[in-house]
Structures are given as structure tokens and as C-alpha cells.
T-cell receptor
Framework: RKEVEQDPGPFNVPEGATVAFNCTYS??????FFWYRQDCRKEPKLLMS???SGNEDGRFTAQLNRASQYISLLIRDSKLSDSATYLC??????????FGDGTTLTVKP | GAVVSQHPSWVICKSGTSVKIECRSL??????MFWYRQFPKQSLMLMAT?????????EQGVEKDKFLINHASLTLSTLTVTSAHPEDSSFYIC?????????????FGSGTQLSVL
């Protein structure tokens, strides 16, 4: 089993749709959690950190469930520019980051 | 936000040559830098963790004699792919950590596309 597992993609949605990505992690010692966005042949860019209480940034909402070792990312009102691969990243307290395989989103007109 | 500069952006080289990739943190001191490799349609795979002034820690299956890492200062880490072969062709990315309270964020270089002929 992989340390960080994400929904297999790809997700193909129309503009304006709401889409949710799920991520589970196996290391209960994990301390911090992030969602990154990666465009083709580009470096990953931090989309948002994930806090225990859940957090929202515009159209993006992240949730963390430590008991279930589960993280989610919700995108509302999808835009064409949201098309990318979304990476779930989990850090342990040793500072090691583990990446999920990523979920590819394509938003179509 | 923190900036990590990576050079070169792309390299085409002949089989058997060595290629050096530089990763610099421009506006912060990075005690730890990470090197990743990414094959098409796959996620980032951590190759090694580079700590300033000490030997790098390599992940299982990564040949330390082939992928030489040097982290001589708090702002510079280099990865040298020695005697590169076509199977080493990949997208190589570095990252550096910056503590933000209790949250350790990763900032990535722009990546280096290596093509070995």
C-alpha cells in the first residue's frame, strides 16, 4: 500500500462544476498536509495548506480528518484554468514529504 | 513568497556525459533541500535529501555514486548525473523547505528536463 493514495483520475468536468478530490495517508505520525497544483512539465505550486479545522480559499476548500487519515479538496465553480494535476502532500515530523500520484483535472467549456 | 531557482531548465546531452543541475534558494536559507525525479504521467519520486554541510541521504534504489549531491552552502545544492544514459532522461526538480510556524512548506525549483541521447 502506498503511503499517500489519491483518487485515480482523470476527472473531466464542465465549467462551473464542483469537483472533489480525496486523499488518504497511512502514516499516523503525519503532521502537516498540503495540496499542490502541477501543470504539465512545470514544478508543483502550493495551492493550500490543510488545517485540522478545515479551511477555505475562494473556490477551494480543504478538509482534514485525522481519525480517518483522510484529506479532501473541493473546487467549486470550476474554471478552465483549474485544469492541472493536483497533488496531495503529507509531511511527517521528520520533515519528510510524501506525494500522492496526483489526480488530473480537465475542465471543459 | 520564497523563491527557489533551478538551472538549467533543460539539457540535451550525449550518453556517457555528466550533467550538473543547480538549485538555489534566493531569499532564504535552506538547511534542507530535496531532489526529485518525475517520469511522464507519474508523481514526483524523492531521490535524496540534501543537508547543508553533510552527506545526502538517498532513498532506496537511488545510486549515490551516479547521482552526486553537494550542498556546500545554505543557499545552493547541486545534483550531478554522472555518465548519463537514456534511461536517466527525466524531469528533475529540487525543493527547499522554509519553516512557517509549525508548518514546513516546500518551495520548488522550476525543474530541469534532461534528455540523454
Amino acid at each position: 500500500r502506498k503511503e499517500v493514495e489519491q483518487d485515480p483520475g482523470p476527472f473531466n468536468v464542465p465549467e462551473g462544476a464542483t469537483v472533489a478530490f480525496n486523499c488518504t495517508y497511512s502514516n499516523s505520525a503525519s503532521q502537516s498536509f498540503f495540496w499542490y497544483r502541477q501543470d504539465c512539465r512545470k514544478e508543483p505550486k502550493l495551492l493550500m495548506s490543510v488545517y485540522s479545522s478545515g479551511n477555505e480559499d475562494g473556490r477551494f476548500t480543504a478538509q482534514l480528518n485525522r481519525a480517518s487519515q483522510y484529506i479532501s479538496l473541493l473546487i467549486r465553480d470550476s474554471k478552465l484554468s483549474d485544469s492541472a494535476t493536483y497533488l496531495c502532500v503529507v509531511n511527517t515530523n521528520a520533515g519528510k514529504s510524501t506525494f500522492g500520484d496526483g489526480t488530473t483535472l480537465t475542465v471543459k467549456p | 513568497g520564497a523563491v527557489v531557482s533551478q538551472h538549467p531548465s533543460w539539457v540535451i546531452c550525449k550518453s556517457g556525459t555528466s550533467v550538473k543541475i543547480e538549485c538555489r534558494s534566493l531569499d532564504f536559507q535552506a538547511t534542507t533541500m530535496f531532489w526529485y525525479r518525475q517520469f511522464p504521467k507519474q508523481s514526483l519520486m524523492l531521490m535524496a535529501t540534501s543537508n547543508e554541510g553533510s552527506k545526502a541521504t538517498y532513498e532506496q534504489g537511488v545510486e549515490k555514486d551516479k547521482f552526486l549531491i553537494n550542498h556546500a552552502s545554505l543557499t545552493l545544492s547541486t545534483l550531478t548525473v554522472t555518465s548519463a544514459h537514456p534511461e536517466d532522461s527525466s524531469f528533475y526538480i529540487c525543493s527547499a523547505t522554509q519553516l512557517s510556524g509549525a508548518w514546513e512548506k516546500l518551495f520548488f525549483g522550476s525543474g530541469t528536463q534532461l534528455s540523454v541521447l
